[in-house]
């Protein structure tokens, strides 16, 4: 099987392309933008030297999804998916903070709790929490997006007094988040998982708010299995989780966190495809839809060229 792990395309009004750890973001004439997701993975914050088959296409296909499941509650920069790997949206001005919200205590909150923490980004946390249990109601525990390295936690009313954002649109973007969460929530139940944790970026164009980037992937979001839930947190049991936490846990095996004077282990080609086969689990998991694997006969790359330029040759599009 192929993985797509590089793109140098060069469509017509391209101003710049941006390479992320996972994404290629290319910009068209300042208005669109052109999001390819790649087969490349990451984890403590390095990308992995191979890439994983089909990858790309689970997560821009579970982002396309609920970017259309969620489109009543605000706005998004979603105009179409002219290929299973891309989407073409609307060019956003984005914030300078990412909105992490949070239904139960577990991860990096529950770590800093068990070290004594009882406030998180402004939040205060009641005492006698127990790791994976829920909170009263969702917190929100933004964070600002760092030039180099990790983001940093942040409060809200650190963000505004910064002038990060505006009072008036970080109450907006606080508003979408905990309504997108609850819809995630809501689908996820019906698929027997908990939306556990997640986190959501917001632009502007035009002065209005947009939900930008993807959203409730394994990537960005953290899912527990519901059944069993209970007992296993009654029983102070782990969680059988629904995220890419099974690759980090490989790594940490083969003594590798990206600290200083570690190696990466090798990735083998039967190692890619077991996390292929994960990643399919994982969307047939979250959408409760069998995956269909697009053809990998074709160069990936050439695909994706074509199906980009005819999509931008007959793209008339309206500000949604």
């Keep these: 099987m192929k993985a797509l792990t590089k793109t140098d395309f060069n469509f017509e009004g ?19 933008m052109v999001m390819v997701a790649t087969d490349r993975i990451s984890a403590f914050d390095v990308i992995l030297p191979k890439g994983i088959p089909f990858k790309g296409q689970v997560l821009n296909q579970i ?4 970017l259309d499941l969620t489109s009543d509650i605000c706005p998004n920069w979603k105009l179409a998916t002219p290929d299973p790997m891309v989407t073409v949206g609307l060019k956003c001005e984005g914030f300078r903070v ?9 991860g990096s909150a529950w770590r800093d709790y068990k070290n004594g923490c ?38 809200k009313e650190d ?10 649109d970080y109450e907006t973007m606080e508003g979408y988040t905990r309504k997108l969460f609850a819809r995630g929530q809501e689908i996820a139940a019906k698929h027997g998982l908990i939306l556990v944790d997640t986190k959501y970026e917001f632009g502007k164009r035009d002065g209005k708010v947009y939900l930008i980037d993807e959203i409730h992937t394994p990537d960005s979001s953290r899912y527990f299995y519901a059944e069993g839930y209970e007992e296993k947190f009654q029983n102070g049991e782990p969680q059988k989780q629904l995220s890419k936490e099974f690759v980090r846990q490989w790594l940490i095996e083969h003594d590798f966190m990206n600290e200083p004077g570690q190696t990466m282990p090798e990735i083998t080609d039967e190692y890619a495809d077991s996390v292929s086969d994960r990643y399919i689990e994982l969307y047939e998991s979250i959408t409760g839809e069998q995956f269909q694997k697009v053809a990998v006969t074709e160069d990936i790359a050439a695909r994706i060229e074509k199906n980009v330029k005819e999509y931008l040759r007959g793209c008339t599009h309206k500000n949604a």
């Design 14 to 32: 391209q101003k710049n392309v941006y390479h992320g750890k996972v994404r290629d973001v290319y910009d068209i004439n300042d208005d669109l």
């Design 63 to 66: 982002a396309a999804k609920f």
């Design 98 to 106: 990412e909105m992490i919200i949070r239904g139960i205590l577990t």
């Design 118 to 155: 009882r406030e998180i980004c402004g939040v205060k946390l009641p005492d006698g929490m127990r790791e994976n249990e829920r909170f009263p109601e969702p917190i929100i525990t933004p964070t600002t997006k760092a030039e180099e390295g990790h983001d940093l936690n942040i409060s």
């Design 159 to 168: 963000i505004i007094r910064q002038g990060i954002v505006s009072a008036e």
